[in-house]
């Protein structure tokens, strides 16, 4: 069992009337998926929101609407294992893949071009006491256009949450670290200007997971390879998440002059959870170049197929299920789960995975 902010979780209680629209929903999928059939639901200007989302690199928006240093791991992976005594063991990996940058705006981003991990960034760091701290953080791609480093903001949040980890005199939650971090960032005032979603997971010695989630990066917890817990994403619409941002007053009264203003939102405005582990199971911290591209139902069939690797080598293990999400997002053929969510949206049949930066931290619990 786990919570999110006031939110209680009750297991699924199908009824009868649930159970008959469970099935006419799976027949659906199943026609959909292998008849090429479709029932349109509702019209937007879906040509406009394909071109806007595919043909424009998937870089996420930061308008709500009308209203120097890398913390990179080490040649795309690493692993670390952390032990406490008696208590629960956590062995870490990391893998990660960044998009193709062949696009014109990156290429006078000299700094967002050497950023290992793109504009997605992470961290691991274990404590005094052996528990752990991991995070993953997206930097919203969409101020690339207007000639700013979208890896920025990401990287120092990770540098950040990182030292701050490092030096703790008493534990703090995910939410408390990622507060200081956050206000570290502007105080240091290194980004310029950003937005980022984060995702901060704390994995103590006793087993409890504590996770805060901002925006639609990623937690989840696998346990004989079925899902047993996650975070949910935070959005305000298709594309456009919750976001930590760091934003001149000059840039945002321009903005206000056309009507607009930017997403800023704060550390408490994040989700929180927890959820107690057991010895044996897998978590994994991800950005949304995993979520957008495979779905759960997969994710969890790759770790039923690779459960004796996962005891043996969980660092080949992460570095093989990247390579399988990079070759799925290149895929223009591939149901990805973004390409379903753009044909829910216009009623029209799309395919293809979402090229994007992806990262991802996992963790088995020993």
Known sequence: MYSAGVRVVNPWVLTKSMLIISLIMLIAGFLLTYTGLYCPSYQIESGTLYNRVFGNCSRRLFFSGGKSWYWNGNNG????????????VYKTAV???????????????KESLQSLTGEDNYFIQANAANDVYAGVADGVGGWAEHGYDSSAISRELCKALKEMAATLHKPLTPKQLLD???AKIKIDKIVK???TTANVA??????????????????AVFRDSKLVFQTEPQTLGFNTPYQLAIIPDEIQQA??????RYIQNQPSDADEYNFQLSKG???ILATDGVTDNIAIEDLELFLRDNNDQLNENLQKTADE?????VKISKDPEFPSVFAQEISRLTGKLYKGGKEDDITMVVVKVE
Not at 77 to 88: C, E, I, V
């Open 95 to 109: 893998a990660y893949q960044p998009k193709d940058r062949e696009d014109v705006i990156y290429q006078k981003l």
């Open 180 to 182: 200081n971090a956050y």
């Open 255 to 260: 903005a206000a002059k056309n009507g607009n």
């Open 193 to 195: 200007v950003g937005g």
């Open 202 to 219: 704390h994995l103590s010695s006793d087993g409890r997971l504590d996770v805060t989630n901002l925006g639609d990066s990623w937690c």
């Open 321 to 325: 299920l990247v390579k399988k999400v």
């Open 77 to 88: 992976s690493a692993t670390t294992d952390h032990t406490g005594g008696n208590s629960f």
């Open 281 to 283: 199971d897998i978590v």
